[in-house]
């Protein structure tokens, strides 16, 4: 069984008046979730708040105690230019001397700043695995080492409980400008909506995170991110949930799921309204389409889909003896 260590915040922006980082924290717990991995995590921001020592020297360090067989980086600085982030020096000495093949993974490719930290972390990445847009890494050097795919999740945590769906529509996530617009219009016309969350706005629990969603009938999502469209991490914790995901309507979510048959999208404030109030009003219709969501999820889009792909990317030149430890024949190639 291969041997994973991961590099992650802890603490949402490394800060932990900000909660645990729920990106981050999904990561990992979705290959452990698989079984198809030992999974290790290593804090560099818990460890230089604790210590207030180079977190960069001890994570070098446990690599060559620990000598794993795959690194997941995940980062949002520079190397070597914040506390909680390895040097361009620890990279090196990872990929080239140790010779530990290192996964980078990216949520926001598709904004300006992610994309330069990427491209330079990229000669020392075996592979770049970047989800939100399909788009983002177009045109970068080396793009025979970027990814496209969808956020894994933690299966044990989000799935569907069978509870009662006392939640008529929920919006859980940031509280922007534009995306609070659409909740006051909904509720100015009389349909009511649960809304909270925001990572850095108001922080919940993962925990609570996944009652809401297990509650709510219908989750709104926004497809709308620095600009451009882009498919979120709730819609798959929305299809893992079992709730019907109401969507604006965007480029990236729709190849992977089909409109108006795994989800429902919306082109307006007014067009909104008129599906919110259509699918209250026949739930058996919005649970048919969340069913469809859900089961189009957990066949094509699960953490252990994505933990295969990455790791036979990772090993092509040991495909069999991957393909032999993780008892997989033939990996899936990701469209």
């Given at each position: 069984m291969?041997?994973?260590l991961?590099?992650a915040?802890?603490?949402c922006?490394?800060?932990?008046?900000?909660g645990?980082?729920?990106?981050?924290?999904?990561?990992?717990?979705?290959?452990?979730?698989?079984h198809?991995?030992?999974?290790?995590?290593?804090h560099?921001?818990?460890y230089?708040?604790?210590?207030e020592?180079?977190?960069d020297?001890?994570?070098?360090a446990k690599?060559?105690?620990?000598?794993?067989?795959?690194?997941?980086?995940?980062i949002?600085?520079?190397p070597?230019?914040?506390?909680n982030?390895?040097?361009?020096?620890?990279l090196?000495?990872?990929?080239?001397?140790?010779?530990?093949?290192?996964?980078?993974?990216?949520?926001?490719?598709?904004?300006?700043?992610?994309?330069?930290?990427?491209?330079?972390?990229?000669p020392?990445?075996?592979?770049n695995?970047?989800?939100?847009?399909?788009?983002?890494?177009k045109?970068?050097?080396?793009?025979?080492?970027f990814?496209?795919?969808?956020?894994?999740?933690?299966?044990?945590?989000?799935?569907?409980?069978?509870?009662?769906?006392?939640?008529?529509i929920?919006?859980?996530?940031?509280?922007?400008?534009?995306r609070m617009?659409?909740?006051?219009f909904?509720?100015?016309?009389g349909?009511a909506?649960?809304?909270?969350?925001g990572?850095?706005?108001?922080?919940?629990?993962?925990?609570h995170?996944?009652?809401?969603?297990n509650?709510?009938?219908?989750?709104?999502?926004?497809?709308?991110?620095?600009?451009?469209?882009?498919v979120?991490?709730?819609v798959?914790?929305?299809m893992?949930?079992?709730?019907?995901l109401?969507?604006?309507?965007?480029d990236?979510?729709?190849?992977?799921?089909?409109p108006?048959?795994?989800?429902?999208?919306?082109k307006?404030?007014?067009?909104?309204?008129?599906?919110?109030?259509?699918?209250?009003?026949?739930?058996?219709?919005?649970?048919?389409?969340?069913?469809?969501?859900?089961?189009?999820?957990?066949e094509?889009?699960?953490?252990?889909?994505?933990?295969?792909?990455a790791?036979s990317?990772?090993?092509?030149a040991?495909?069999a003896?991957?393909?032999?430890i993780?008892?997989?024949?033939?990996?899936p190639?990701?469209?």
């Open positions: 291969p041997r994973v991961f590099f915040d802890k603490w922006e490394g800060k932990i008046q900000n645990v980082s729920e990106w981050e924290t999904n990561l990992w717990k979705s290959l452990e979730c698989t198809l991995a030992s999974v290790d995590v290593f560099g921001d818990d230089f708040l604790k210590t020592s180079s977190s020297h001890a994570f070098l690599c060559v105690l620990d000598r794993p067989d795959l690194i997941v980086l995940v949002y600085r520079l070597g230019t914040a506390t982030v390895p040097s361009f020096e620890t090196n000495k990872i990929s080239n001397e140790l010779h530990i093949p290192i996964l980078a993974i990216w949520g926001d490719l598709q904004s300006n700043s992610q994309f330069e930290i990427a491209a330079a972390v990229s020392y990445a075996n592979l695995i970047y989800t939100a847009s399909s788009q983002a890494a045109g970068v050097m080396q793009s025979d080492r990814l496209y795919s969808w956020v894994p999740k933690d299966e044990r945590l989000f799935k569907n409980y069978e509870v009662k769906r006392d939640i008529p929920a919006y859980l996530g940031s509280p922007k400008p534009d617009t659409a909740v006051h909904l509720e100015h016309n349909v909506v649960k809304y909270t969350g990572e850095r706005e108001c922080h919940i629990t993962i925990a995170y996944v009652e809401l969603l509650r709510s009938q219908i989750s709104l999502s926004f497809s709308r991110s620095v600009g451009t469209h882009v979120n991490a709730r798959f914790e929305t893992h949930a079992g709730a019907m109401l969507e604006q309507e965007g990236e979510t729709s190849k992977l799921f089909e108006m048959v795994d989800y429902v999208t919306f307006s404030h007014e067009d909104l309204l008129e599906k919110a109030r259509y699918y209250l009003a026949h739930p058996d219709e919005a649970q048919k389409i969340a069913r469809n969501g859900r089961e189009k999820t957990l094509k889009y699960s953490a252990a889909s994505f933990w295969r792909i790791f990317k990772i090993f092509e040991e495909v003896r991957i393909s032999t993780l008892n997989v024949i033939n990996y190639e990701l469209k």
